[in-house]
């Protein structure tokens, strides 16, 4: 089980400051000891809004199940997979080129 106060997610500001949570993304590309390989994106960002570290935010877990609870039902699934929120909850998608 993961520790939700301990794991952190990297967020968009955009997402963060809009709570507008489209487009979730769990990569293997692990960035530091904490991070669980959540990239969390409001879904209107460019396609390098990943590469510019101005642009983002960390965020654990608890935090971002509070700010998105859909969140919660997804946040054990495997890596290398990307969720869509559609009609209030995260549905399986496609990983964008662009997320890696």
Not at 4 to 30: D, G, P, Y
Not at 59 to 84: G, N, V
């Amino acid at each position: 089980m993961i520790n939700m106060t301990e794991q952190m997610a990297v967020i968009t500001k955009r997402a963060l400051f809009t709570k507008k949570m489209e487009v979730v993304s769990r990569t293997n590309n692990i960035a530091a000891d904490r991070d669980s390989g959540w990239r969390i994106q409001a879904g209107d960002e460019d396609e390098k809004c990943f590469d510019r570290l101005e642009t983002l935010e960390l965020i654990s877990l608890a935090d971002l199940c509070k700010l998105e609870p859909a969140f919660s039902r997804i946040m054990e699934q495997p890596e290398e997979q990307t969720y869509c929120m559609v009609n209030g909850h995260f549905e399986p998608d496609t990983l964008p080129a662009y997320v890696e």
